[in-house]
């Protein structure tokens, strides 16, 4: 149920962290897989399509899937994976913080799935589109105002896609990461301890701790997100699954 051979995913973000892990398993499962980043960090060869697009960037976006459908590829899956953080209070929160945060985390996912609704509501076989977005988008994050508010946008956007495309068989779910271990969460920490800080919570902060006791991996999130795109959720949409080790209680 999810074997994605002759099936084509496209994922945004695939340079590393979560995006990585997504386009990997992807690929791993029998996919075809074109993977988008804006920076790819290695150099190293990839088993599948790497793609150089700044998915904020409307007309550069517009473009390479116009180029991608007159060459012939299909798509059937969508992960909206890119995204990028900006920590601050509000009041030390640039203008530039505020833009660009919404120009990735929401703007990008928007761009994309704007040119890619039509292949998705011509090719009468469904398909499916996923968004990456946090837990932060349930809860309030002290610092964390641009990202959270991006990031609950996205979580709406992509409930209304999913309300949009569900007369054509196509679902729209959303996954939504507590703290994984990936470059992004790293950047945060300020010493050797820093996932054993993040593990117990920050009372201060408002933040509670992580009751399974363990930071997600980038392949956790993968998991969700190739679940979610596969036949063994035929009948899930407009879902928002947390994966953060019951940080949010749920919410």
């Not at 790293?186 to 701790?209: C, E, M, V």
Request: aromatic fraction near 6%; charge should be negative; proline fraction near 5%.
């Amino acid at each position: 149920m999810t074997d994605f051979a002759g099936r084509t995913a496209w994922v945004t973000g695939a340079g590393q962290g979560i995006g990585r892990a997504v386009a990997d398993l992807f690929h791993a499962r029998g996919a075809t897989v074109v993977a988008f980043d804006r920076h790819w960090h290695d150099s190293g060869e990839r088993p599948y399509r790497a793609v150089t697009l700044d998915i904020a960037d409307a007309d550069a976006v517009a473009g390479a899937c116009e180029a991608l459908f007159a060459e012939g590829t299909r798509i059937d899956v969508l992960a909206n994976v890119a995204g990028i953080l900006r920590m601050g209070p509000v009041e030390a929160t640039t203008d530039a913080d505020w833009r660009d945060s919404f120009a990735v985390n929401v703007a990008g996912p928007f761009h994309m799935m704007r040119a890619v609704i039509p292949a998705f509501k011509s090719g009468g076989n469904g398909g499916a589109i996923v968004s990456v977005s946090s837990n932060a988008a349930h809860v309030p994050r002290i610092g964390m105002a641009a990202y959270g508010a991006s990031k609950a946008a996205l979580t709406s956007l992509t409930m209304t896609v999913g309300l949009e495309l569900a007369p054509y068989g196509v679902r729209c779910n959303v996954v939504s990461p507590g703290s994984t271990d990936t470059p992004m969460q790293r950047a945060l920490w300020s010493g050797p301890d820093g996932a054993a800080q993040t593990i117990q919570g920050n009372p201060g902060q408002h933040k509670l701790g992580i009751p399974l006791g363990k930071l997600a991996t980038p392949r956790d999130v993968a998991e969700t997100v190739v679940f979610l795109a596969s036949p063994a959720a035929g009948h899930i949409t407009l879902a928002d699954l947390l994966v953060d080790g019951g940080a949010t209680l749920g919410r």
